[in-house]
């Protein structure tokens, strides 16, 4: 677990959910939909113990108190070239009041010493071209950009 705080009014940590963690996760992608301004489906009980217990897929919280401050969440893909895995960091958000304020670094470091530890050396994370606050938050975290460009695939094959 990470922490940090400012004027040691406002405690945060951040750390990876585990099964079992159902509440928290349904509020964490709730908080998460909001951020991004999407619309969020009620997910069922089912649905999110499926999610948590996939070893591949990573949910990591920030928390101040009970109140869920931000969220990551990314998938590990295993690699063809070498017997290991990378993580696709899919999205992260941050509650407007804590952004600016360490919570992003914050979790970006939980989730990367969380990978390590599993043996994950690579996470990348891709970033919209007009997104100049996310391009400039993972330069400051010493993240370089790829000249990438994502296809959407969101309709059936025709």
Known sequence: MHTWSENARVD??????????R??????FTVMAGVFGEP????????LDHLLQRPDFWA?????GDEVAGGITAHA??????ESSELFIY???????????GVGRLMMTA????AAVAGIAVAFVPADDDDAHA???????GGAPAPVTFFTFSDAVE
């Not at 509440?23 to 964490?28: E, F, P, T, V």
């Open 23 to 28: 509440a928290l996760a349904r509020d964490l």
């Open 40 to 47: 969020s489906a009620d997910l069922s009980d089912a649905y």
């Open 60 to 64: 990591v919280a920030a928390m101040v």
């Open 111 to 114: 989730l990367r010493t969380a």
């Open 91 to 101: 999205d992260v958000a941050v509650r407007e009041e804590y952004q600016r304020r």
């Open 12 to 21: 945060v940590h951040a750390r990876r959910l585990v099964p079992g963690e």
């Open 77 to 82: 893909l295993p690699m063809t070239r070498t």
């Open 135 to 141: 391009q400039e938050f993972y330069r400051a975290l």
